[in-house]
């Protein structure tokens, strides 16, 4: 798909079927996160792939709508704030170079024909411990992973000029 049919194309799925993923097409999702830019590519970021089938109940404490579990897959983005690059006024760039890894997971997938729904607002606590994730790494970000059993919404954004300024703000 040409990138700006991709920008286009790629939504918010919450509607899955629970046809399983091919590996190859998981392989190429996964290389996208892999590949992405990160601050003095530290890569300050690890993937946790989670089978949903017989976890349901489980992963619905993680996340509460039930197309949550729909997809065969969940897919965690953890960010490991050691590893981070830190910038002279002690800003990491944990979350940022995290987030980018997903953004290019999501848009990979949606070039293969699969679905994904960035979740932020989540219950850390319930994924901390059903993912054993060890307390100096942050589980940032989720989405399901799989082909989507709904379809495309009008996408509603500001306009351009709302969003850009020239030279000054």
């Known amino acids: 798909m040409e990138f700006s049919e991709l920008l286009t194309a790629r939504y918010s799925v919450r509607a899955y079927k629970p046809d399983p993923i091919p590996e190859e097409t998981l392989q190429q999702v996964l290389e996208a996160a892999r590949l992405a830019p990160t601050a003095a590519n530290r890569q300050p970021f690890r993937v946790i792939l989670i089978h949903?089938?017989?976890?349901?109940?489980?992963?619905?404490?993680?996340?509460?709508?039930?197309?949550?579990?729909?997809?065969?897959?969940?897919?965690?983005?953890c960010?490991?704030?050691?590893?981070?690059?830190?910038?002279?006024?002690?800003?990491?760039?944990?979350?940022?170079?995290?987030?980018?890894?997903?953004?290019?997971?999501?848009?990979?997938?949606?070039?293969?024909?699969?679905?994904?729904?960035?979740?932020?607002?989540?219950?850390?606590?319930?994924?901390?411990?059903?993912?054993?994730?060890?307390?100096?790494?942050?589980?940032?970000?989720?989405?399901?992973?799989?082909?989507?059993?709904?379809?495309?919404r009008p996408k509603k954004r500001r306009p351009l000029a709302d969003l850009v300024r020239f030279e000054k703000w």
Do not use: K
């Not at 017989?54 to 039930?66: A, F, K, M, P």
């Not at 997971?105 to 994730?133: K, P």
């Open 79 to 152: 960010a490991v704030p050691e590893e981070a690059w830190v910038r002279e006024d002690r800003r990491s760039y944990c979350d940022v170079d995290a987030a980018i890894a997903l953004d290019h997971l999501i848009l990979a997938a949606a070039n293969l024909g699969l679905g994904t729904c960035w979740i932020a607002h989540f219950d850390v606590q319930a994924a901390r411990e059903i993912l054993q994730v060890p307390q100096s790494v942050e589980p940032l970000l989720f989405t399901p992973l799989g082909y989507p059993a709904d379809h495309i």
């Open 52 to 77: 949903t089938r017989g976890r349901e109940q489980e992963l619905q404490r993680v996340y509460h709508h039930s197309w949550f579990t729909q997809a065969p897959l969940i897919v965690c983005v």
